[in-house]
């Protein structure tokens, strides 16, 4: 499932690819950036291409497109990913995004997002996205509401903090293509 490519700013969207390991590696071992993840912190490189391979490379095989790699045209690196992760019901997905913590208050994953869900709507023709954020991610809840999203519930025990073992709140949004403006 093929995605186009969109630039943006300094910035262009493309698919995930292995040669993206490195760059990965980078800001998937800070724990700043993963404190709110399922994934993470990375031990080393060969962690990050193991998930690019495992989780982005295989999306085809459940009906869902790689996922698009964040690039920086100037550095010519790869600062994050902006993806539909979980394909649900009724022609729903499942938003997900991580970003470089250099990269962070810049309007960069505000952006993005936007973009993603243009290509979801009008190029992968989805009915349906839906996003969550643990609520202590206040930067999260800010991206997704720039976005227009809307809220739909508070879950209290959805977000489960694994570095200290307990389930916190989590709040969960979606929009309708015909709620996209």
Known sequence: MKQPIIFFDHYMLRDVELKDAVDMYEYG????????LSWGPY???????????????SRPKRGLPVGYAIVDLQTNKMIGTVDFH?????NTVE?????HKDYWNKGVMTKALRKLLEVG???HKFDKIIIGHANKNLA???VIEKNGFIF???DLETYYDRFNGVYEPASWYYLRREDFK
């Open 29 to 36: 071992k800070d724990m700043e950036v993963v404190k709110y």
């Open 43 to 57: 031990n080393d490189i060969t962690e990050a291409s193991y998930s690019i391979k495992e989780f982005f490379l």
């Open 86 to 90: 979980t394909l649900h019901p009724n």
């Open 95 to 99: 938003v997900g995004y991580v970003l």
């Open 121 to 123: 709507f009008y190029y």
């Open 140 to 142: 999260s809840k800010r």
């Open 152 to 154: 739909e519930r508070e």
